[in-house]
C-alpha cells in the first residue's frame, strides 16, 4: 500500500459535537502531519509527529487534539470548533522526521469538514 | 521567519508556448526548495525538489540564491500540464511553508 488514506471524505459537525479525522499509512513511514487548508489558500502546517512522538505544534488552539496511537495511524480529535474552522484537513507523512534535511511528504486525499 | 510569495494566482498560456511560474523566498538560512503540484481531482504531490536537480515531466527549476528565486520553468506547454502549483520551503525538521499558489492553465 502506497497511499495516505483519511476518513471520512466529508465530515460536518456542530458547535458542541466532538467528531475524530483519522489518518493511516502502511509505507513505513515515520514522520506524520496534520495541514488545514482554506478555500484557495495554501495548506498551513498543524502538527507534526516524529516516531509516534509530537515535534511540532503550530500554536495551534487546543479545540484540536492530535494523536499518534502508533507509527500507522494519525488521529485529529476535534471539540467545540467553530464556523471558522471550516476547510479541508490534509493528512501527510514522510519517511523520517527526526532529521534536519527534508524527506518528501505523501499526501492524503483530505477530509472537508464544516463546521455549523 | 521562513515566506514564500508567488505573484501570480493564475497564469495562461497556449499549448506549446514557453512556461515560468515564479517563486521567491526569505530565509535566512539554507532551506530546501520544492515544487509541489495539484492537479484536478487529485492529491497534492512533489513535483521536484532544488537538491535533486533533476527534470520532471518536462519542469526544471533553478535555486537563485542571490535573487532568491526558485522559478518553475518548461519550454514547451502542454494541455496536461495545467494543474495548482505551489512552491514550497523547508528551514529543516519538516517544517513547510507554502507559498499561496499559482493556478496554470493551459489553453489548447
Known amino acids: 500500500d502506497t497511499e495516505v488514506t483519511q476518513t471520512p471524505k466529508h465530515l460536518v459537525m456542530g458547535m458542541t459535537n466532538k467528531k475524530s479525522l483519522k489518518c493511516e499509512q502502511h509505507?513505513?513511514?515515520?514522520?506524520m502531519y496534520w495541514y488545514k487548508q482554506k478555500a484557495k489558500k495554501p495548506p498551513e502546517l498543524m502538527f507534526v509527529?516524529?516516531?509516534?512522538?509530537?515535534?511540532i505544534n503550530e500554536s495551534v488552539p487546543s479545540r484540536f487534539s492530535p494523536e499518534c496511537p502508533n507509527s500507522s495511524l494519525l488521529n485529529l480529535h476535534l471539540h467545540a470548533l467553530q464556523p471558522e474552522d471550516s476547510a479541508l484537513y490534509l493528512c501527510a507523512s514522510s519517511q523520517d522526521g527526526a532529521g534536519t534535511s527534508y524527506n518528501e511528504q505523501f499526501f492524503g486525499p483530505g477530509t472537508r469538514l464544516t463546521v455549523l | 521567519a521562513q515566506r514564500v510569495t508567488q505573484p501570480e494566482k493564475l497564469l495562461s498560456v497556449f499549448k506549446g508556448a514557453p512556461v515560468e511560474l515564479k517563486c521567491n523566498y526569505s530565509?535566512?538560512?539554507?532551506?530546501?526548495l520544492f515544487w509541489y503540484v495539484q492537479y484536478s481531482r487529485q492529491r497534492l504531490q512533489l513535483l521536484l525538489r532544488h537538491i535533486s536537480r533533476e527534470s520532471i515531466k518536462g519542469f526544471t527549476a533553478d535555486l537563485n540564491k542571490g535573487e532568491t528565486s526558485f522559478h518553475l520553468k518548461k519550454p514547451f506547454a502542454q494541455e496536461e500540464d495545467s494543474a495548482m502549483y505551489y512552491c514550497a520551503l523547508s528551514g529543516g525538521y519538516q517544517k513547510v511553508t507554502f507559498g499561496t499558489g499559482t493556478k496554470l492553465q493551459v489553453i489548447p
Open positions: 530565509y535566512s538560512g539554507s532551506p530546501e
Open positions: 509505507m513505513g513511514h515515520r514522520a
Open positions: 509527529y516524529s516516531y509516534e512522538k509530537l515535534s
